[in-house]
Structure formats: C-alpha cells, structure tokens
C-alpha cells in the first residue's frame, strides 16, 4: 500500500514538472551600469525548427527601482532566415497609471516580463535574430540592469 502511495506522489509530482511550456530559447545580457546607450544593442539569436508551433516570445526588463520613467521606447529588429530584416518600435511600460511598479521589485531592482508576442507563427525555420535597440531620449539610459529573452511553445 505505502509503495502505491509514493509512485502515485511519484507520477503526480512529474506531471506538475512537464506542465509548463517547452523553452526552445532563453538568454540574459546585463547592461552597463553607467546606463544603456544607443551603440550597445542587445542581439538574441534563436532557431525555430516547427513552423507548425506557435511559439510566445517574452522580454524581460531589470530596472533599479528608483528608474527616472514610467516607460521606454526600443526598437526592435528581427531577422529572418531569409535575410529580410524587419524592424517596430515599442514602449516598454514598466508601471501603471499611478506610477505603481508593474514587475517584482526586491533588494532595489525590478523584475517584469513583457509579452512582445503571445502568439508568433513563423513561415519558414532556420535562424532568427532579434536586436533590441535602446530608442528613449536619453542617452545613456540609466537604471536598466539587463534585458532576457524567453522563446517558448505558446499553450
């Protein structure tokens, strides 16, 4: 009876392990402490093998907590196999309307993940590339600790 008990704990602990979604990509780059200039773009580079998969792809921003903006701009630039390269602008909002962190601040710095694609289709696999360029008005841009980027099987 007791042996049944462990492997039923056993299967009921593995299957709470394999629920969460397949990583096919994950990388952190931590930036200059003096702040994040426009010259140092931060570069994942990731290959997509089922183009049948739909895939969420999440940045991840550290800031300090005392960061002098509710938002930033960046630029993305995403390379495709092909060669073609494309490139958006986006505001990173890092709080809300009054001025709340939306992340998880602790020991100074803030932690929140960004969704840039909750349901990205790619046409054809191979190589990807995805450039994050700083893009607010201040150069350097200081409080920025680090910028990850998480490709995984969308649910």
Request: hydrophobic letters at 40%; aromatic letters at 10%; charged letters at 15%.
């Amino acid at each position: 009876m007791a042996k049944n008990v462990i492997l039923l704990l056993c299967g009921i602990a593995l299957a709470c392990v394999s629920c969460g979604p397949t990583t096919i990509y994950e990388a952190r780059t931590e930036l200059a402490a003096d702040g994040w200039s426009y010259a140092d773009s931060v570069r994942f580079a990731f290959t997509v093998e089922d183009t049948a998969q739909a895939y969420r792809l999440v940045l991840t921003v550290q800031h300090a907590e005392d960061f002098a903006h509710q938002n930033f701009y960046v630029r993305l630039h995403t390379g495709f196999p092909s060669g073609v390269r494309t490139t958006e602008q986006l505001s990173l909002q890092l709080a809300g309307d009054f001025g709340a962190w939306l992340g998880n601040c602790s020991g100074g710095n803030c932690t929140l993940e960004i969704p840039i694609l909750p349901q990205a289709r790619f046409t054809a696999p191979g190589p990807y590339t995805l450039t994050v360029e700083q893009f607010s008005r201040e150069n350097p841009l200081p409080g920025v600790g680090a910028i990850s980027l998480a490709v995984t099987h969308a649910e």
